[in-house]
């Protein structure tokens, strides 16, 4: 009863306390990782996507915008604590046609998350071999400088920084 509950509740404390320790470990960073601020999905019909979004499940869906520096066309999903952006391709280069040419149905392309120090992100990331996409800073879809880090080194998932 009472006492085999209290018994199977001690590891998750011991658990939780070893977390806590974990965290105090981790050296101070000139920068910080903010909030999620998307998830990308590669969509081979940017209409339909829409329409899923908005007419289905009812969510506040943006205009589509070009980013011709990017290759792709966007559209911002809004879901209180954070967005999807959804991506089509724009031009023959664009990363998102490669993407789609091997996922047909589209898919979860990358993952955005706020930096306060883009600059000081990219210094430190590249001290610890991190690989990052480009050479400087682009202008994303929010109007604000963003980086790439490789898949490779963030095991398998290609991730967006963005400065906040």
């Not at 879901?79 to 999807?84: A, E, P, S, V």
């Not at 430190?124 to 480009?134: A, G, T, V, Y």
Request: with cysteine; proline share 5%; charged share 20%.
């Amino acid at each position: 009863g009472f006492f085999t509950r209290l018994q199977t509740s001690a590891p998750t404390i011991r658990t939780l306390s070893s977390l806590n320790s974990f965290s105090q470990n981790i050296p101070s960073s000139l920068w910080k990782l903010g909030r999620l601020n998307h998830v990308a999905i590669a969509v081979p019909d940017l209409e339909k996507a829409q329409s899923l979004y908005k007419d289905v499940l009812g969510a506040q869906v943006s205009e589509t915008v070009a980013l011709p520096e990017h290759g792709v066309y966007t559209v911002f999903v809004e879901l209180g604590n954070t967005k999807l952006e959804l991506l089509h391709p724009l031009g023959e280069k664009s990363p998102i046609a490669s993407f789609l040419q091997k996922n047909k149905t589209g898919g979860m392309h990358h993952i955005c998350i706020e930096v306060d120090d883009i600059k000081a992100a990219m210094s430190e990331l590249k001290k610890k071999k991190i690989r990052i996409l480009s050479e400087e800073p682009k202008i994303g879809a929010h109007g604000k400088p963003v980086i790439f880090l490789h898949p490779k080194d963030c095991h398998g998932v290609l991730v967006e920084l963005e400065q906040a």
